[in-house]
């Protein structure tokens, strides 16, 4: 999937083109070594996460340093002017990692209303 995204044929590389976006990748966890990639921002956390179904996917010390390269990140990109941000999660089949992470937010700011 990563070679997609070097290559630009990945479909959010390719759907960012004909929107004339940017796209940014940043390892924060993937489990391969990407440092030979100099186009990858390099903020591995960790290789790879655990089975949710099975338990928590990532220690809260993970979770707390991938959101603060998450923050890093979308400062950088204000700094260089971007005005509109989107993260993204890069896999197959991570359709429920995703959904979860959806569900989780929205459950935390029905508790904070």
Same mark, same amino acid.
């Given at each position: ?10 479909? +959010? ?11 940014? &990748? *940043?390892?924060?966890?993937? +489990? ?12 591995? &956390? ?6 949710? @179904?099975?338990?928590?996917? /990532?220690? #809260?010390?993970?979770?707390? =340093? ?6 890093? /990140?979308?400062? /950088? ?17 991570? @359709?429920?990692? #995703?959904?979860?992470?959806? #569900?989780?937010? =929205?459950? *935390? #700011?029905?508790?904070?209303?």
């Amino acid at each position: 999937m990563i070679n997609g995204y070097m290559r630009g044929t990945a479909g +959010a590389t390719v759907l960012a083109r004909h929107a004339h976006a940017d796209v940014f &990748v *940043c390892d924060v966890g993937t +489990a391969f070594d990407l440092s030979d990639l100099p186009k990858v921002y390099q903020k591995k &956390v960790a290789w790879g996460t655990e089975d949710f @179904t099975q338990g928590p996917a /990532m220690t #809260r010390e993970q979770a707390e =340093k991938a959101i603060a390269v998450g923050i890093e /990140m979308a400062d /950088m990109c204000i700094d260089q002017g971007y005005n509109l941000l989107y993260t993204g999660e890069m896999g197959i089949g991570n @359709t429920t990692s #995703r959904s979860e992470e959806r #569900r989780v937010g =929205k459950e *935390c #700011r029905s508790r904070w209303s």
